[in-house]
């Protein structure tokens, strides 16, 4: 992370941060923070009944102007899905959308049963 032959680079660092402690959380905030970067999504993206946690996330040192974000419940996970869509080009309006799912074995059942409840 850093600059190369003078030109900052655009940083886009996805996760699945499984940090139980506030103090851990702030120790990687911090991290992230001495690149210049910060979390995109400060809402929860896992909720059960006894806690709501963002455990899930990006860090980005882009402009807040340069990107859009939204989480979505795609039921096939305990997670919400999470989306950033980045403008390809920083002086256009263009949007470039791009969506990542592992795809393993318990994803792909949650998948076909999830095409077994279509009328």
Same mark, same amino acid.
Request: hydrophobic content about 35%; charged content about 30%; some cysteine.
């Given at each position: ?20 402690? !506030? ?10 923070? !001495? ?31 340069? &990107? ?28 470039? &959308?791009? &969506? ?20």
């Amino acid at each position: 992370m850093g600059q190369f032959d003078g030109d900052i680079c655009k940083l886009k660092i996805l996760g699945d941060f499984n940090i139980k402690s !506030s103090a851990e959380k702030r120790q990687l905030e911090e991290m992230f923070e !001495s690149f210049g970067s910060f979390r995109v999504f400060l809402e929860p993206s896992r909720t059960t009944t006894r806690s709501s946690t963002c455990i899930d996330n990006m860090f980005t040192n882009l402009d807040s102007v340069d &990107y859009k974000k939204c989480t979505m419940d795609l039921h096939l996970s305990d997670h919400l899905s999470q989306k950033l869509a980045i403008r390809r080009n920083h002086g256009t309006r263009e949007i470039v &959308y791009k &969506y990542i799912r592992t795809i393993n074995e318990a994803n792909t059942i949650r998948f076909i049963d999830k095409l077994g409840c279509i009328n």
